[in-house]
């Protein structure tokens, strides 16, 4: 499918949608737990329900509804019949083969074409460390896996990937013996982290920290049913957001916690920092067009805000500047060569350096962009699409991934959307 976007204004409001990284963690905690959890305001979207899917397959059952969906765990992982397939979802990927290392089982672990290209290495060294099998494709899915986790001491690196550091986590309370979790250097992305054991202590789990998130200690526990509310997700807010700042009239986004773990609640720090007009309700967040302003930030720590950022850099003034992009090569696309390469596609000058990039704001014309079939990619150009003549945007179907009412969303703040 494809979308064109043509010049328009936004305006009016809409309730943002779920969060995916919250849904994630509480289908996991809710599969892992003996008897039925309640999700309120779940999101259901490609990656969630490919975590759904691949619970299924060692015995958990979700039955998704309007706005709520029940998880019923049988508090046993049960040997699964096939490979278990985990879509394009490397949340789903990364969690399961942790999990899955709990069990005296064999497990297969794939999924699809891009997953297959992130990697694993890391995560199975580690649950080696703790007496797990795990064997990957010279460090890429498919993964097989056999347990159980006998427990002591891991060892991972911090500036790789936090879902390596949250699947442990996950997994840990089903192990032999207490597990020790040792973190290399800094941990980036800390704030998916702290999520993770935000949910874990909502299913009855807790785990030591360090103030500093890089020593973990997990005693043999058993998670148990609760019901939880999931908050509504900043990061896909964060395109809308974007939106209405190039080329809002007034823009509100309803449902934003604004005490909140997600970090990419930082959106609203850049835009200030960008001098666009912002105002905070309670529970919203409200936006007007406005002239921006050149910046310079570091991503690290929120990495899926990169596409929006760089969007909002093409239409301000001035040369910005955005460091901490290494790990944004290793995502479903490698977004900075995606961003970079879209960006002077619509007349956008942009320079890659080592870590960072540098975007010189200008006037985006008319394009045609591939965005890798990467969910964010496509959402960031749809942003920047409405301050251009016209912008079409192939394999549009991927926001799905993560925010599958994205285009009837944008329609209805008001923006002039084709599908073809």
Known sequence: MEMTIHRSALSGSL??????????????????????????????????????????????????????????????????????????????????????????????????????????????????????????????????????????????PGNVSSQYISALLLAAPLAEMPVEIHVRGRVESKSYVRMTLDMQARFGVHVE???????????????????????????????????????????????????????????????????????????????????LEALEVDVSDCPDLFPAICALCAAADGVSTIRGIRRLRIKESDRVLAMSSGLREMGIRTVESGDLLTIRGGSPHKAVINPHRDHRIAMAFATLGLCASEVTILDAECVGKSYPSFWSDLESLGAKVTAR
């Not at 892992?32 to 999101?43: C, N, Q, T």
């Not at 299924?56 to 029940?70: F, M």
């Not at 397939?85 to 990364?94: F, K, Q």
Request: proline share 4%; with cysteine; hydrophobic share 35%.
């Open 15 to 156: 309730q943002a949608p779920s969060s995916k990284s919250y849904t994630h963690r509480a289908l996991f905690c809710s599969a892992l737990a003996k008897g039925e959890s309640k999700l309120y305001s779940p999101l259901l979207c490609d990656d969630t329900l490919a975590s759904s899917q691949a619970l299924s397959k060692i015995g958990a059952v979700t039955d998704w509804k309007d706005e709520s969906a029940n998880v019923i765990g049988s508090g046993r992982l049960k040997k699964p019949v096939e490979a278990i397939s985990c879509g394009e979802s490397a949340t789903t990927l990364r969690f399961m083969t942790a999990i899955c290392a709990a069990m005296s089982h064999e497990v297969n672990i794939t999924g699809g074409p891009s997953l297959l290209r992130r990697p694993v290495n890391d995560l199975a060294l580690a649950l080696q460390e703790i007496g797990a099998s795990c064997v990957s494709e010279q460090g890429y899915p498919p993964v097989r896996v056999k347990g159980p986790i006998k427990g002591g001491s891991v060892n991972i």
């Open 209 to 291: 920290a360090s103030d500093d998130f890089t020593d973990f200690r997990i005693r043999g526990q058993a998670y148990s049913p609760s019901s939880v509310t999931i908050e509504r997700d900043w990061s896909s807010a964060a395109f809308l957001l974007a939106g209405g700042i190039i080329v809002g009239k007034k823009v509100g986004i309803r449902g934003l916690v604004q005490e909140t773990l997600q970090a990419d609640r930082c959106v609203l720090k850049i835009i200030e920092q960008m001098k666009g007009q912002v105002s905070l309700e309670s529970d919203s967040v409200t936006v007007e067009g406005s002239r």
